[in-house]
């Protein structure tokens, strides 16, 4: 195509899509491929769940909605807030998107004007930027390394702060790292903003209820309330619940704000799936006993992940509290080369690699914002993670 809008040419491609895109191209191909970049559960969605939405189907449930949700929906996402997070919420003060990202995207294009800035913790989820970007937004990373457990320190925060920044995108537990900021760390976050009454707050809470170990999960409005009144809390079913498929996300935040979200939806997409709608309905109101089933498994996963990956020399792998991600950093593998003649002389080079050697496809640190790592996705069987991280041993000791 010759001629693309100019705010189309400061983005690219989303980095995690390439590499599944790549990996199903080599599995066609006919090779012995080892997929370890796709962001969801390898798990069904909950039968309760599925039988919602048949019902929904045959019910004749499927006509257009309300366009940012259908009141039972609104009002089974405010009981959430309440029950998990102590949050108050009113069903006007809720907007339900086709999936997490659409709410995030609607929020960064309601209120980003030319030279606006965003301050984004480095690593992070590769959409990010990009839709700060679309949205003629600047993003700002501000960097949370290995040294501090990927996570961002209050000084960082303080630095990135400037007289032009309109939102803090905050993501805990995180993608790609797995990383769960404790009450006492994100209130030394909230601390800071308090400082900075023109900065936002829009939480990505996605990962919630996939923590581990004793960690407890805390969100900012709830560990500072006098940030309330400047709080996006967004959310969705994808992750914890298994419906990456279905395309429901929400988020809660003040009424002008969801308002203008609506509007944007409105000339856009419409209302989200209608039979989503009510098989969310469920997921929300309905049992969530599977939630702790489901994390025992994830919880083994990423103990054999993070156990094998550590056990190579030059690789420091470590352990996470949530999401189903880690993000081992490769430093002491710089400048060698591989046993099929590469030479890896940063992140991308490893990943690309490894990929054509042995078959293993990660996603390289590069795509997320800090370097040099891999994000590995361990939301895949038992058998496969212990194959693929046995290939990227080998591989690595093969590296001279
Ligand atoms: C941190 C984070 N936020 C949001 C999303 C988007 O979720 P959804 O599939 O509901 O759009 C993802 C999905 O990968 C994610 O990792």
């Not at 012995?32 to 069904?44: K, Q």
Request: net charge negative; glycine share 8%.
């Amino acid at each position: 195509m010759s001629r693309l809008s100019a705010t189309l040419s400061r983005v690219k491609p989303s980095p995690t899509i390439a590499v599944t895109t790549k990996a199903q191209e080599l599995k066609a191909a006919g090779r012995d491929v080892i997929g370890l970049g796709a962001g969801e559960p390898d798990f069904d969605t909950p039968e309760h769940i599925r039988a919602a939405g048949i019902r929904a189907i045959q019910e004749g449930k499927t006509r257009y909605t309300a366009v940012d949700g259908i009141p039972e929906l609104k009002a089974a996402i405010c009981a959430k807030f309440k029950r998990d997070n102590g949050l108050d919420y009113v069903p006007a003060q809720v907007s339900v998107g086709t999936g997490g990202k659409q709410i995030l995207y609607n929020a960064l294009m309601a209120t980003l004007n030319p030279g606006d800035e965003v301050v984004i913790p480095a690593p992070y989820w590769v959409s990010y930027p990009d839709m700060v970007l679309l949205a003629g937004g600047e993003p700002v990373s501000a960097p949370a390394g290995i040294e501090t457990g990927f996570r961002l320190t209050p000084e960082a925060l303080e630095a990135a702060i400037t007289p032009k920044t309109r939102w803090f995108i905050f993501n805990s537990p995180s993608n790609p790292t797995g990383a769960g900021y404790s009450r006492d760390e994100l209130q030394g976050l909230t601390d800071v903003l308090m400082r900075h009454p023109h900065v936002w707050v829009m939480t990505d809470d996605m990962y919630e209820h996939l923590a581990y170990d004793d960690f407890e999960f805390c969100t900012p409005a709830q560990v500072e309330p006098a940030l309330y009144g400047r709080t996006l809390t967004c959310n969705g079913v994808s992750k914890a619940y298994c419906m990456t498929g279905w395309r429901i996300g929400y988020a809660a935040g003040p009424q002008d704000l969801i308002a203008a979200m609506r509007k944007i939806q409105s000339q856009s997409t419409s209302n989200p799936c209608t039979i989503s709608q009510w098989a969310a309905v469920e997921a929300l109101n309905g049992s969530h006993d599977f939630i702790a089933a489901n994390n025992a498994v994830f919880k083994r996963r990423r103990d054999l992940v993070v156990a094998m990956l550590n056990q190579i020399e030059g690789v420091e792998c470590p352990t996470p509290n949530g999401a189903f991600y880690v993000y081992p950093s490769i430093a002491g593998l710089i400048g060698r080369t591989s046993a099929g003649g590469a030479l890896i002389m940063d992140d991308e080079a490893f990943a690309t690699a490894l990929l054509e050697e042995t078959g293993v496809a990660v996603v390289f640190g590069a795509a997320f914002g800090l370097s040099p790592n891999f994000r590995v996705s361990y939301a895949t069987s038992d058998e496969a993670l212990e194959d693929a991280c046995t290939r990227i041993q080998r591989f690595c000791a093969g590296l001279r």
